[in-house]
Protein backbone atom coordinates (compact mmCIF):
# COMPACT_ATOMS: atom_id res chain seq x y z
CA UNK A 1 0.00 0.00 0.00
CA UNK A 2 1.36 3.70 -0.93
CA UNK A 3 2.56 5.48 1.88
CA UNK A 4 3.26 2.14 4.04
CA UNK A 5 6.51 0.55 5.40
CA UNK A 6 6.02 -2.83 4.64
CA UNK A 7 7.71 -4.91 8.01
CA UNK A 8 10.61 -7.67 6.78
CA UNK A 9 9.61 -11.03 8.28
CA UNK A 10 11.59 -12.33 10.07
CA UNK A 11 12.24 -15.70 9.37
CA UNK A 12 11.29 -18.91 11.47
CA UNK A 13 14.70 -19.90 12.10
CA UNK A 14 15.41 -16.48 14.01
CA UNK A 15 12.46 -16.47 16.20
CA UNK A 16 12.55 -19.61 17.61
CA UNK A 17 16.59 -18.89 18.37
CA UNK A 18 15.15 -15.93 20.13
CA UNK A 19 12.56 -18.22 21.84
CA UNK A 20 15.36 -20.48 22.52
CA UNK A 21 17.60 -17.77 24.21
CA UNK A 22 14.90 -16.25 26.16
CA UNK A 23 13.70 -19.43 27.75
CA UNK A 24 17.67 -20.37 28.59
CA UNK A 25 17.87 -17.39 30.16
CA UNK A 26 15.45 -17.97 32.41
CA UNK A 27 15.97 -21.19 33.49
CA UNK A 28 16.45 -21.91 37.02
CA UNK A 29 16.87 -25.79 37.29
CA UNK A 30 17.09 -28.76 34.97
CA UNK A 31 14.23 -31.11 35.99
CA UNK A 32 15.52 -34.30 34.27
CA UNK A 33 14.61 -38.12 35.03
CA UNK A 34 16.93 -41.20 34.47
CA UNK A 35 14.78 -44.53 34.17
CA UNK A 36 17.37 -47.68 35.04
CA UNK A 37 17.61 -50.29 32.64
CA UNK A 38 14.30 -49.55 30.16
CA UNK A 39 13.13 -51.41 27.53
CA UNK A 40 13.43 -49.01 24.50
CA UNK A 41 11.62 -50.59 21.09
CA UNK A 42 12.10 -53.67 22.25
CA UNK A 43 15.61 -53.66 23.28
CA UNK A 44 17.03 -53.08 27.07
CA UNK A 45 19.21 -50.16 27.21
CA UNK A 46 21.49 -49.27 30.35
CA UNK A 47 19.44 -45.39 30.97
CA UNK A 48 17.36 -43.22 29.65
CA UNK A 49 18.04 -39.42 30.53
CA UNK A 50 14.93 -37.16 29.64
CA UNK A 51 15.29 -33.22 29.17
CA UNK A 52 13.69 -30.31 30.01
CA UNK A 53 10.70 -29.86 27.41
CA UNK A 54 10.57 -26.37 27.52
CA UNK A 55 14.10 -26.26 26.81
CA UNK A 56 14.70 -29.20 24.00
CA UNK A 57 11.40 -28.12 21.92
CA UNK A 58 13.01 -25.24 21.05
CA UNK A 59 16.26 -26.34 19.78
CA UNK A 60 15.48 -27.68 16.75
CA UNK A 61 15.06 -25.52 13.29
CA UNK A 62 17.32 -22.35 15.31
CA UNK A 63 19.35 -19.42 14.80
CA UNK A 64 21.25 -18.09 17.41
CA UNK A 65 23.68 -14.98 15.60
CA UNK A 66 26.69 -14.58 15.76
CA UNK A 67 26.10 -11.19 17.73
CA UNK A 68 23.56 -13.18 20.08
CA UNK A 69 25.86 -15.55 20.77
CA UNK A 70 28.64 -13.38 22.09
CA UNK A 71 26.20 -10.61 23.84
CA UNK A 72 24.80 -13.98 26.09
CA UNK A 73 28.59 -14.40 26.70
CA UNK A 74 28.87 -11.43 28.29
CA UNK A 75 30.13 -9.06 25.42
CA UNK A 76 28.80 -5.39 25.54
CA UNK A 77 31.22 -3.61 23.68
CA UNK A 78 29.74 -3.11 19.82
CA UNK A 79 33.45 -2.84 18.70
CA UNK A 80 34.61 -6.43 20.67
CA UNK A 81 31.57 -7.89 19.11
CA UNK A 82 32.49 -7.08 15.75
CA UNK A 83 35.78 -7.40 15.84
CA UNK A 84 34.95 -11.45 17.82
CA UNK A 85 32.30 -12.06 14.96
CA UNK A 86 34.88 -11.59 12.41
CA UNK A 87 37.94 -14.18 14.21
CA UNK A 88 34.48 -16.78 14.39
CA UNK A 89 33.53 -16.27 11.05
CA UNK A 90 36.52 -15.99 9.13
CA UNK A 91 39.02 -18.50 7.41
CA UNK A 92 42.01 -17.99 10.12
CA UNK A 93 43.32 -21.29 11.65
CA UNK A 94 44.94 -21.53 14.96
CA UNK A 95 48.55 -21.02 16.03
CA UNK A 96 50.41 -23.32 18.12
CA UNK A 97 53.90 -24.07 19.66
CA UNK A 98 54.33 -28.22 18.24
CA UNK A 99 57.42 -28.14 20.15
CA UNK A 100 55.84 -28.33 23.39
CA UNK A 101 52.91 -30.84 24.89
CA UNK A 102 50.10 -29.68 25.75
CA UNK A 103 50.21 -27.43 22.78
CA UNK A 104 50.01 -23.70 23.66
CA UNK A 105 47.32 -22.86 21.85
CA UNK A 106 46.98 -19.21 20.19
CA UNK A 107 42.78 -19.77 19.24
CA UNK A 108 41.37 -17.15 17.15
CA UNK A 109 38.64 -16.56 19.84
CA UNK A 110 38.82 -17.55 23.70
CA UNK A 111 36.69 -16.54 26.34
CA UNK A 112 36.97 -17.07 30.32
CA UNK A 113 34.82 -16.58 33.19
CA UNK A 114 33.67 -17.43 36.61
CA UNK A 115 34.19 -21.59 36.06
CA UNK A 116 33.50 -21.60 32.69
CA UNK A 117 36.04 -21.31 29.46
CA UNK A 118 35.79 -21.64 25.35
CA UNK A 119 38.54 -21.64 23.51
CA UNK A 120 37.31 -21.87 19.61
CA UNK A 121 40.63 -22.50 17.53
CA UNK A 122 39.97 -21.77 13.68
CA UNK A 123 37.45 -20.00 12.07
CA UNK A 124 34.05 -21.02 11.08
CA UNK A 125 35.10 -20.87 7.13
CA UNK A 126 38.16 -22.20 7.70
CA UNK A 127 39.69 -24.39 4.61
CA UNK A 128 39.58 -27.65 6.59
CA UNK A 129 35.80 -26.86 7.65
CA UNK A 130 35.50 -26.08 3.99
CA UNK A 131 36.40 -29.34 2.79
CA UNK A 132 33.73 -30.90 5.25
CA UNK A 133 31.22 -29.12 3.86
CA UNK A 134 32.20 -29.77 0.32
CA UNK A 135 32.46 -33.19 0.67
CA UNK A 136 28.85 -33.38 2.55
CA UNK A 137 27.19 -31.62 -0.26
CA UNK A 138 27.70 -34.35 -2.74
CA UNK A 139 25.60 -37.09 -0.73
CA UNK A 140 24.70 -35.83 2.66
CA UNK A 141 24.76 -39.60 4.18
CA UNK A 142 27.98 -40.18 2.46
CA UNK A 143 27.41 -43.47 0.66
CA UNK A 144 30.17 -42.31 -1.47
CA UNK A 145 33.38 -43.32 0.31
CA UNK A 146 35.59 -40.61 -1.67
CA UNK A 147 33.97 -38.09 -0.51
CA UNK A 148 33.42 -39.99 3.10
CA UNK A 149 37.64 -39.88 2.71
CA UNK A 150 38.05 -36.52 1.93
CA UNK A 151 35.87 -35.38 4.81
CA UNK A 152 37.59 -37.81 7.97
CA UNK A 153 40.37 -36.68 6.23
CA UNK A 154 40.29 -33.10 6.89
CA UNK A 155 38.06 -33.92 10.17
CA UNK A 156 41.16 -35.34 10.95
CA UNK A 157 43.21 -32.20 10.67
CA UNK A 158 41.22 -30.20 12.83
CA UNK A 159 40.92 -33.09 15.42
CA UNK A 160 44.78 -33.82 16.15
CA UNK A 161 45.20 -30.47 17.71
CA UNK A 162 42.49 -29.93 19.51
CA UNK A 163 43.30 -33.35 21.24
CA UNK A 164 46.80 -31.82 22.12
CA UNK A 165 45.42 -28.70 23.64
CA UNK A 166 46.00 -27.40 27.09
CA UNK A 167 43.80 -28.00 29.64
CA UNK A 168 42.06 -24.88 31.26
CA UNK A 169 41.04 -26.43 34.02
CA UNK A 170 43.75 -28.17 35.16
CA UNK A 171 42.16 -30.40 37.71
CA UNK A 172 39.52 -31.96 35.11
CA UNK A 173 38.33 -35.01 35.81
CA UNK A 174 36.30 -35.96 32.75
CA UNK A 175 36.79 -35.15 29.13
CA UNK A 176 34.19 -35.47 26.36
CA UNK A 177 35.45 -35.64 23.22
CA UNK A 178 32.39 -35.29 20.50
CA UNK A 179 31.92 -35.06 16.65
CA UNK A 180 29.79 -32.12 16.35
CA UNK A 181 27.77 -30.21 19.29
CA UNK A 182 24.83 -29.71 18.07
CA UNK A 183 21.69 -29.45 20.62
CA UNK A 184 24.21 -31.26 23.18
CA UNK A 185 21.61 -33.62 25.07
CA UNK A 186 23.92 -36.38 24.64
CA UNK A 187 26.76 -34.96 26.43
CA UNK A 188 24.35 -33.29 29.55
CA UNK A 189 22.38 -36.20 29.33
CA UNK A 190 25.91 -38.40 30.30
CA UNK A 191 26.64 -35.61 33.16
CA UNK A 192 23.36 -35.84 34.66
CA UNK A 193 23.45 -39.46 34.90
CA UNK A 194 27.17 -38.91 36.52
CA UNK A 195 25.74 -36.77 39.22
CA UNK A 196 23.33 -39.34 40.30
CA UNK A 197 26.74 -41.30 41.43
CA UNK A 198 29.63 -40.47 43.84
CA UNK A 199 31.91 -41.78 41.84
CA UNK A 200 30.57 -40.01 38.65
CA UNK A 201 29.81 -36.63 40.60
CA UNK A 202 33.59 -36.32 42.11
CA UNK A 203 34.85 -36.47 38.71
CA UNK A 204 32.03 -33.70 37.39
CA UNK A 205 32.87 -31.41 40.19
CA UNK A 206 36.83 -31.92 39.34
CA UNK A 207 35.94 -30.53 36.33
CA UNK A 208 34.93 -31.20 32.65
CA UNK A 209 36.29 -30.28 29.27
CA UNK A 210 34.45 -30.95 26.34
CA UNK A 211 36.24 -30.83 22.39
CA UNK A 212 34.25 -30.48 19.55
CA UNK A 213 35.23 -30.42 16.08
CA UNK A 214 32.55 -28.42 14.78
CA UNK A 215 30.06 -26.68 18.29
CA UNK A 216 26.79 -24.62 17.47
CA UNK A 217 26.33 -21.72 19.46
CA UNK A 218 23.08 -23.83 20.92
CA UNK A 219 25.20 -26.02 22.66
CA UNK A 220 27.89 -23.78 23.57
CA UNK A 221 25.36 -22.02 25.63
CA UNK A 222 23.14 -24.85 26.66
CA UNK A 223 26.01 -26.50 28.22
CA UNK A 224 27.73 -23.26 29.56
CA UNK A 225 24.11 -22.77 31.67
CA UNK A 226 23.78 -26.38 32.46
CA UNK A 227 27.13 -26.18 34.26
CA UNK A 228 26.28 -23.04 35.93
CA UNK A 229 22.77 -24.70 37.76
CA UNK A 230 24.43 -27.25 38.42
CA UNK A 231 27.25 -26.09 39.52
CA UNK A 232 30.67 -27.47 38.19
CA UNK A 233 33.51 -25.69 36.53
CA UNK A 234 33.41 -26.50 32.61
CA UNK A 235 35.60 -25.64 29.48
CA UNK A 236 34.54 -26.53 25.91
CA UNK A 237 37.63 -26.35 23.25
CA UNK A 238 35.82 -25.87 19.63
CA UNK A 239 37.44 -26.73 16.23
CA UNK A 240 35.44 -24.08 15.32
CA UNK A 241 31.23 -22.49 15.49
CA UNK A 242 28.47 -22.77 13.95
CA UNK A 243 25.03 -21.34 14.15
CA UNK A 244 22.32 -22.82 12.40
CA UNK A 245 20.47 -26.11 12.77
CA UNK A 246 17.58 -28.08 10.99
CA UNK A 247 14.09 -29.34 12.02
CA UNK A 248 16.50 -32.79 12.88
CA UNK A 249 19.25 -30.89 14.35
CA UNK A 250 21.84 -31.11 11.79
CA UNK A 251 24.11 -28.34 11.30
CA UNK A 252 23.99 -25.30 8.85
CA UNK A 253 25.06 -22.09 7.41
CA UNK A 254 22.13 -20.00 8.00
CA UNK A 255 21.26 -18.19 4.77
CA UNK A 256 20.86 -14.44 6.85
CA UNK A 257 24.51 -15.39 7.99
CA UNK A 258 25.77 -16.06 4.18
CA UNK A 259 23.60 -12.43 3.79
CA UNK A 260 25.08 -10.52 6.41
CA UNK A 261 28.50 -9.31 4.86
CA UNK A 262 30.22 -10.76 8.13
CA UNK A 263 31.54 -13.56 5.67
CA UNK A 264 34.11 -12.61 2.60
CA UNK A 265 32.41 -12.51 -0.14
CA UNK A 266 34.44 -15.60 -2.23
CA UNK A 267 33.79 -17.97 0.35
CA UNK A 268 30.20 -17.06 0.43
CA UNK A 269 30.03 -17.86 -3.50
CA UNK A 270 32.04 -20.80 -2.47
CA UNK A 271 29.88 -22.16 0.35
CA UNK A 272 26.63 -21.05 -2.32
CA UNK A 273 27.97 -23.99 -4.47
CA UNK A 274 27.94 -26.58 -1.82
CA UNK A 275 23.85 -26.26 -1.21
CA UNK A 276 22.55 -30.16 -0.94
CA UNK A 277 20.20 -30.02 -3.99
CA UNK A 278 17.49 -32.31 -1.95
CA UNK A 279 16.89 -29.68 0.23
CA UNK A 280 18.77 -26.72 -0.68
CA UNK A 281 20.72 -26.56 2.57
CA UNK A 282 23.98 -26.05 3.28
CA UNK A 283 25.67 -27.85 5.88
CA UNK A 284 28.61 -27.25 7.77
CA UNK A 285 28.61 -31.07 8.55
CA UNK A 286 26.92 -33.92 6.86
CA UNK A 287 25.42 -36.97 8.89
CA UNK A 288 28.32 -37.18 11.31
CA UNK A 289 27.53 -41.24 12.08
CA UNK A 290 27.62 -42.35 8.47
CA UNK A 291 30.69 -39.71 7.37
CA UNK A 292 33.15 -41.82 9.71
CA UNK A 293 32.36 -45.18 8.37
CA UNK A 294 35.68 -46.56 8.18
CA UNK A 295 37.38 -47.35 4.38
CA UNK A 296 38.25 -50.92 3.14
CA UNK A 297 41.74 -52.12 2.09
CA UNK A 298 39.87 -52.08 -1.64
CA UNK A 299 38.58 -48.53 -1.35
CA UNK A 300 42.20 -47.31 0.57
CA UNK A 301 43.91 -48.71 -2.77
CA UNK A 302 41.74 -47.54 -4.79
CA UNK A 303 42.09 -44.07 -3.53
CA UNK A 304 45.67 -44.17 -3.87
CA UNK A 305 48.79 -42.28 -1.93
CA UNK A 306 47.82 -38.23 -3.51
CA UNK A 307 48.24 -34.89 -2.16
CA UNK A 308 44.45 -35.32 -0.98
CA UNK A 309 44.94 -37.34 2.14
CA UNK A 310 47.67 -37.36 4.74
CA UNK A 311 49.80 -40.20 5.90
CA UNK A 312 47.94 -40.29 9.08
CA UNK A 313 44.73 -40.47 7.63
CA UNK A 314 45.90 -43.40 6.60
CA UNK A 315 47.33 -45.04 9.39
CA UNK A 316 44.45 -43.74 11.29
CA UNK A 317 42.22 -46.20 9.43
CA UNK A 318 44.67 -49.11 9.26
CA UNK A 319 45.03 -48.84 13.06
CA UNK A 320 40.73 -48.55 13.82
CA UNK A 321 39.56 -51.49 15.31
CA UNK A 322 35.73 -50.13 16.02
CA UNK A 323 32.60 -51.72 14.54
CA UNK A 324 31.91 -48.89 12.52
CA UNK A 325 32.62 -49.40 8.72
CA UNK A 326 35.10 -51.98 6.47
CA UNK A 327 38.46 -50.86 7.68
CA UNK A 328 41.63 -53.46 7.78
CA UNK A 329 41.24 -54.08 11.49
CA UNK A 330 37.38 -53.80 12.07
CA UNK A 331 36.38 -55.78 15.23
CA UNK A 332 32.69 -56.33 16.66
CA UNK A 333 33.36 -54.14 19.56
CA UNK A 334 36.02 -51.22 20.28
CA UNK A 335 38.89 -52.71 21.91
CA UNK A 336 40.16 -50.79 25.28
CA UNK A 337 43.80 -51.55 26.53
CA UNK A 338 44.42 -48.39 28.22
CA UNK A 339 44.42 -48.99 31.63
CA UNK A 340 43.05 -46.10 34.69
CA UNK A 341 46.39 -44.66 36.12
CA UNK A 342 45.16 -41.61 37.53
CA UNK A 343 41.70 -40.08 37.68
CA UNK A 344 40.93 -38.61 34.50
CA UNK A 345 38.38 -40.37 32.03
CA UNK A 346 37.99 -40.13 28.46
CA UNK A 347 34.37 -40.30 26.92
CA UNK A 348 33.22 -41.09 23.20
CA UNK A 349 29.95 -42.11 21.66
CA UNK A 350 29.76 -44.15 19.19
CA UNK A 351 28.99 -43.91 16.11
CA UNK A 352 30.43 -40.37 16.07
CA UNK A 353 33.08 -40.49 18.53
CA UNK A 354 34.99 -43.69 16.99
CA UNK A 355 37.28 -41.83 14.54
CA UNK A 356 37.65 -39.41 17.55
CA UNK A 357 38.85 -41.81 19.80
CA UNK A 358 41.15 -43.53 16.82
CA UNK A 359 42.92 -39.91 16.58
CA UNK A 360 43.32 -39.56 20.15
CA UNK A 361 44.77 -43.02 20.19
CA UNK A 362 47.58 -41.77 17.83
CA UNK A 363 47.91 -37.84 18.55
CA UNK A 364 47.25 -37.41 22.75
CA UNK A 365 50.16 -38.68 25.03
CA UNK A 366 48.01 -38.69 28.25
CA UNK A 367 45.72 -41.25 25.95
CA UNK A 368 47.48 -44.51 27.42
CA UNK A 369 46.91 -43.03 30.87
CA UNK A 370 43.35 -42.23 31.21
CA UNK A 371 40.42 -44.05 31.31
CA UNK A 372 38.48 -44.50 28.11
CA UNK A 373 34.85 -44.94 28.24
CA UNK A 374 32.97 -45.26 24.87
CA UNK A 375 28.76 -45.55 24.94
CA UNK A 376 26.34 -45.56 22.37
CA UNK A 377 24.35 -42.71 23.15
CA UNK A 378 20.81 -42.52 20.84
CA UNK A 379 17.89 -39.68 21.32
CA UNK A 380 14.70 -41.02 21.42
CA UNK A 381 10.97 -39.89 22.56
CA UNK A 382 9.91 -42.67 25.01
CA UNK A 383 6.05 -42.21 26.44
CA UNK A 384 6.20 -38.98 25.46
CA UNK A 385 9.47 -37.72 26.99
CA UNK A 386 12.42 -36.59 25.03
CA UNK A 387 15.82 -37.45 26.31
CA UNK A 388 18.38 -40.02 25.01
CA UNK A 389 19.07 -43.57 25.74
CA UNK A 390 22.52 -45.06 26.72
CA UNK A 391 23.83 -47.89 26.53
CA UNK A 392 27.30 -50.23 26.01
CA UNK A 393 29.49 -50.41 22.75
Sequence with gaps: MAGKFMLKEIPVQIERGRQFMKALNSLKTFSSQIKHRPVIEGAEWLSFVTFPKEITKLIPNTEVSPEMFLMNLGHTSINGIESAKRALLGPEVEKYDETVYPFEIKPVFSYKKEGFSLKVLNGATNSHALKMSEAASHGFGFDNFYHRAVYQNAMGRL??????T????????????????????????????????????EQVRQGVRVDLIAATAQSVLLLKKFAEVMGFPLEIHAGHMAF?????????YPNELLESGSIPEKIVERLKRYRYQEDGNIYVVGEMGNAQKG???????????????DDSFYQINNERTDPHGNHPNRQEHVIIKN?????ISFVYFA????????????????????????????????????????NKE
Excluded: W
Excluded at 244 to 252: A, M, P, R, S, V
Excluded at 295 to 309: D, Q, T, V, Y
Excluded at 339 to 343: A, F, H, K, L, T
Excluded at 355 to 373: E, G, H, M, Q, V
Design 159 to 164: AKNLVK
Design 166 to 201: KYDTETAGLVIRDDCGASADSIIGYLTAQLQNPAGE
Design 244 to 252: GLTEHNYIT
Design 295 to 309: LSEEEMRELGMGELL
Design 339 to 343: PQEYG
Design 351 to 390: RGGYLLYAIDKKFNPDFKRARSIVLRASRKEVEGQYGVAF
